[in-house]
């Protein structure tokens, strides 16, 4: 499970300034996508060492920011309420304010691990600015530009060191032979019908995986022989309990599910098309560099033409992730289910295929005689040897010299090379480039 940190402050002391400093993504390639976009309030914070974990800006998160009153309010508490560590944000250059103080007496009261980040701190005396909030009794603060982006990994030791170590939590992947699955998407698009009609056809072989964490719950079944487990997803979660937490956390519950799952189902209404909301959920699958599979739903009782409308609307914005299987499925009737799976299946396949150095240098050496990159300042990069390197997401990593220089346009000619030599439908595949031999 990942944790959870809440920023807290109040308005304009620089809370969305610091989340996207602390969520800016190292993998640039999958931002660059088009019809990729970010929640502005619930972020994965994936280090290069250390547990990732979702941060949320409590600021923005009911649109409108109205201090501590109203909705913002309420959900804000909410946020922290749910969190394990809070970082409580105020600005370096005016100092402490009454609502800082306000915000001060409801953290205490509270009681949650917190750490105090004085934001703004360019250009200001710092000492007088970290003496002055001293008197909060929240241990060293850590001074910020979150503008300049200084500071930043300062924050990110800290918040490590403070939260809960990773297996303290009980895990899903206990199971290797099972394959995790979670059906994620917006609200309505059907994932609770279509759990539920999985579950009811299956209802002799499926079963409860005792409570895990919190709220969260797994469901183990077989279908054709082979063995799932359903993380973490709606339809799956108590009656009392989805109210609350879908009101309050449903972004930060997909986040969950997409974390615990090996393949991603994302779940789409054929009449609605792509939505922005959608593009989020699909930014996240793609961050977490999880297998994925794109389930259109609600296939039944549509003409030939909407059908029509549909598969060209969403080839056409899904464009950018062609390697996802597409299965078109009723959940309430129950049909395509069978392709579904093995759609999944093959995904899952996919991202656990192994591979051995020498194939991996032959499809480099293929890819590059095929299609040399072009020379830049002179230079043309060369790619010297090639081995495998994690899998789910199969990642190859690529050595050689001039790397660097390899252009967006390259990678992802080298990327579409693999995924036909390699046959891998439904994973995003990654290179590492390194220099030298
Ligand atoms: P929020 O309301 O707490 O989310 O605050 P924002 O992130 O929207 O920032 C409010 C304003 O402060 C914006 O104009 C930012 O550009 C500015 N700001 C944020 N961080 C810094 C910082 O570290 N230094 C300076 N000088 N300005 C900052
Ligand atoms: P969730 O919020 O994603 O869990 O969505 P629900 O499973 O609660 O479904 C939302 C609405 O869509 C309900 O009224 C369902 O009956 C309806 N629905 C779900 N799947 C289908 C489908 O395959 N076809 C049709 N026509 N309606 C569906």
Redesign the pocket.
Known sequence: MLPLVALVGRPNVGKSTLFNALTRTRDALVHDQPGVTRDRNYGVCRLIEGRPFVLVDTGGIAGEDEGLAGATARQSRAAAEEADLILFIVDGREGASALDDDILRWLRKLSKPTLLVVNKSDGIDLQAALSEFSRYGLGDALPTSSAHRTGIDEVLAKVVERLPQEGSTETLDTDPTRVRIA?V????????????RILGEERMIASEVPGTTRDSIAVDLERDGRKYRLVDT??LRRRAKVEEA?EKFSVFKTLQAIEQCQVAVL?L?ASEGVTDQDATVLGAVLDAGKALVIAI?????RTDYERQQTETLVSRKLSFVEWAENVR?????GSGLRELFRAIHRAHASATKVFSTADVTRAIEAAYEANPPPVVRGHVPKMRFAHPGAESPPTFIVHGTRLKSLSNTYQRYLENFFRKRFKLVGTPIRFLFREGE
């Open positions: 059906f998407g917006r609200p309505n698009v059907g994932k609770s019908t279509l759990v539920n709606a339809g879908v779940m209404d739903n609600k296939w039944d009782g499925i009723s959940a309430l009737h």
